[in-house]
């Protein structure tokens, strides 16, 4: 039904688009764009923030954008929003959406609205500045490179281009009807398709020049201590004659340099959605040849390489002939090419994309957001923007509760560096707790606070109040912040990513009805854990944007070992992730075996300690408490253990591993003390195993099949 986007890659994007993750349907036109542009039509500044002099809709004619309203008046024809939005992707219309991986199609959507993919925080909890960690670094600058080659695959590009003149109609047509009405009231013109050409080309604009400016602004603090590091490098004999072949050290400093350069240049010509066929567009005049400009990315990608090589020659050219002395050495030589190429790369950039747009844009929702919050103080009302966050669990004491809350606040307040606008609405966005034993909610209680939530939030005090989510401290967000019950279980993965986190929780998921398209969230329950730092700049920015609901985040956090959502992934990262998992399901599998081979043998506390029970907590966190808990254990780790097992459980029905789950059981019935019942066990499998077959017997639909999916290939850079 959909076009499928092959994923070919360069040696820059290979990675992200060979580990296309999840296909899903993508609408390449954001829907909330059209919302977006009526609010300029009607008013609101460019997203690059200019506000141009020209003439607007009135109030009065927002009647003509009622869904109820028939288009042209006085006709059976359907409202024009209708006709617009189905042109963005419908059931209708569904010629221009295509299939792509959730880890492209996600980032683009969060970069469509200008949200920068990791903010300085992030980038430093990561760890990404440090060496250990620069490939992992190169993959999330690389990963924004994919997303608009993605957007540049002739296919995509002409999709765009198509869905934008359909609306473009739509909105000329609109224009007939109000021109005739404005005549008749003596008013001046207007043109609706006019303002979408002039509001499409600053969001376009400003999306590719924030994230442009991010890729180059992080690939140049990779590249500057590389550089350093080349020229203070000293091998043996070095500088005392011609120069030698480059050693171990300086082949592995060179090889990241180089990566750093690619993705740089591939940023310059890659990152821009050329307007070539967009109605109503004019490109202005550019410098430099006429190739680099091209509509076609492989065109603008052999104009620039070959434009490219020249600078870089004259550069080389002009530093030789300043240099002085008989010889360098090899360090000053190799960081003397390499800045010729960066000088040639800086020179050209301006020739491709023209001067920096200063200041920069702020990301869209920012500036919404800036502006909800002082209409508010114009009216003098001081509501409360931000989240609600429920207290549900019970057993720490005040002062324990007490630190828990100070660490989460500053956890979570940590944010905004490199969002421009943000501290225009830093102050404004808070955590609002209640407590829900005393609103009467038993421990755990999700739905309880749901329904709480659900009455509170058309209150005038908490209208502000973002509808999208709540928050929920549980057992398991209080032991992140609290226990190192969450930390990396090895030094292969990124210890940021292992920070304390919070429970969000969609208040109008119905587990009765799901969600309208499971097979782009498998497993999706209403709920998500969500790292602290990410509640502002990810949680809050996309669902105010109205970019992603909470069921778009959940395929990116259902991989993490604690199915924790900790920002944009990148395919090293969810390889690592995929292996960490690998080695608990063999110790897992372990203990089954054992179990089987070895019937009247007890498992002993040692064992099940160190595979079973810690195996089987594997998708919910990288650890488990013994399945023989002392009594002495405390009541927050039996409910962490409960939680766990109980999770595990679902997660493995879910995946078709019936025998695990059904072993789990007997994990969930043990009381203090007590050691797991082999033989009981095997008897549960067994008669689950009866059960499945007198299904199949009965022609009833056969549940998911255990088998593995092979893992994908190794995700070299």
Known sequence: MYSHIPAEGTSVTIAHCKAQNLPVVDRIL?????????????????????????????????????????FPPDTDGEPIMASVMARIGSDRDSNRLCLVGKNIQSLKSRLWEGIIPLSEQL??????????????????????????QYLNVPAVRLYLRDTFNHIYDHWTALDTVLNKRREEQGKERISVAGLWTQYMTAHFEMMTERAHRWVTVYANKLGAPLLQALWEYRPPGDGDGPLHEPDAVQWKITDSLHMVTKIIANADFTIMIPMNGYKGYSAPPRDGPAALHAANLLARSKAYHERLSLLTREAMSRNAAARTGPFLSSGESYRATSQSQIE?????????RGSALEPVPHEPW????????????????????GFAVYRLTYGQTESEWTEFVRKVEAHVSDWGKGQTGSSTIKEHLKLHWLDGKELGFSESDIDASKQHF????????????QTGA????????????????????????????????????????DPQEGISRPDESPGFNGQMRILGSLVWSDLYSLLASQTSELEDYWPLAS????????????????????????????????????????PGMPVTSAMTSSTAVESAAAPPAPSMPSPTPPAERSLVDNAL?????????????????????????????????????????????????????????????????????????????
Not at 454 to 465: G, L, Y
């Open 366 to 385: 920012i500036t919404a957001c800036a502006s909800n919050i002082e209409y508010g103080k114009e009216k003098g009302k001081d509501e409360k923007y």
């Open 123 to 148: 980038w430093q909890e990561k760890g990404l500045d440090r060496p250990e960690y620069f490939d992992f670094a190169c993959q999330h600058l690389s990963a924004v490179i994919a997303v608009f």
């Open 454 to 465: 659900k009455n509170i939030k058309d209150d005038e005090e908490w209208s502000n109040i």
């Open 559 to 598: 991989e993490h070992p604690n199915m924790v959502y900790v920002g944009p992934t990148i395919p090293w990262q969810r390889f690592i992730w995929q292996k960490h998992n690998e080695m608990r399901w063999i110790l897992l599998r372990a203990v089954i075996d054992h179990v089987k081979l070895n």
């Open 470 to 509: 709540f928050l929920v401290v549980d057992s398991a967000s209080f032991a992140s912040y609290t226990t190192n019950s969450y930390s990396p279980a090895t030094s292969q993965v990124i210890p940021g990513d292992f920070s304390g986190f919070l429970l969000a929780v969609d208040p109008d998921f």
């Open 641 to 717: 253990r409960t939680l766990f097992l109980t999770e595990f459980q679902r997660d493995m029905r879910r995946q078709g591993q019936w025998q695990v789950a059904t072993m789990a059981n007997e994990m969930l019935r043990l009381q203090p003390g007590e050691q797991p019942d082999t033989r009981r066990m095997r008897q549960m499998v067994h008669a689950e195993e009866q059960r499945r077959e007198q299904r199949r017997r009965d022609g009833l639909p056969e549940e998911e099949d255990s088998s593995e999916e092979d893992l994908p290939d190794f995700p070299w850079q």
């Open 344 to 352: 040639g790369l800086n020179k050209l950039r301006k020739e491709v």
């Open 30 to 70: 954001e829907p909330q764009t059209i919302a977006r542009f009526l609010e300029f039509a009607f008013g609101k500044p460019l997203p690059n923030g200019s506000q141009p002099n020209i003439e607007r809709l009135s109030v009065e004619e927002a009647s003509f954008f009622k869904h109820d309203r028939n």
